[in-house]
């Protein structure tokens, strides 16, 4: 088997996700310390520890087979690779925020003002795409800053909580990207084997973090209401209790409508209901 590179964040908000799904997926190494590069044991893949402006382009040439990286860096970078996989994490959104004494009310309102970004490629494709002529002003980082200087009338950045826009006299206006971290692949490359059997891993890891294990105990009569509110990976397990006609049911439910599932399992006489984690699901 050929041994694949993939490349991920040194430290940064990406750092701590990326690893732990690749742990996850039972993959053995350290952790960056300060070797830019880390062998896994036991699989034949090498962990390249960069910054993530770096990545995409990286995985583009070929330096790296594959990535974990914000698909903003992707799409700011202009790097040409191949999407293998969403990850579920690094979840943010690109906005443009003026400051909060501004009444703007349309996007042409931005006709002739200048907007502070480390974004901008993505802020002029926006841009273009809405018929806006701004002026662009790149500044790498605290672009909050801009308004209050007077360096510019608003400012495109990532924003998750909105926190460090109010604090700076600022509000959100207009939402240019969504991004999360994704899986990307070198596109001579993202078909091979050893990518497949990475994927599965992956993908895996993944289907298990949206699902949760249920075990709950049921009075026979019961049985059909709850069973038909839990469809489970195929079927659910049914285990007879010592208590004569109680059963322990046992069963997979997504996350996302847990607590509705929950409350309706109750209704329909569920009891003794106990939720687990899953590690992984291998379909
Ligand atoms: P590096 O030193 O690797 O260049 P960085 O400072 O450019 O790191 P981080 O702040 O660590 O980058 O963010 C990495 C990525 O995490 C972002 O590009 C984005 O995709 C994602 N992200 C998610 N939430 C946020 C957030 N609230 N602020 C900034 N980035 C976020
Ligand atoms: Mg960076």
Redesign the pocket.
Known sequence: MKTLKIAI??????NEKSVEILKTCGLSFENYKSSLISSVTNFPLEILFL???DIPEYVQDGIADLGIV????IEETGADVHYLQKLGF???TLKIAVPATESYTSIEELNGKAIATSYPVILDNFLKSKGVEAQIRVISGSVEIGPGLGLSDAICD???TGGTLKNNGLKPFADVMR?E?VLIANKTIYDAPEVAELLQRIRSVLKAKSNKYVVLNVERYNLEKVVALLPGVKSPTIVPLFEENWVAVHSVIAEEDFWEKINSLKAAGAEGILVLPIEKIIV
């Open positions: 964040q040194k430290s940064g908000r990406l910054r993530d402006d914000g698909e903003n860096v690094g979840k943010c990532i924003v998750s991004s971290a």
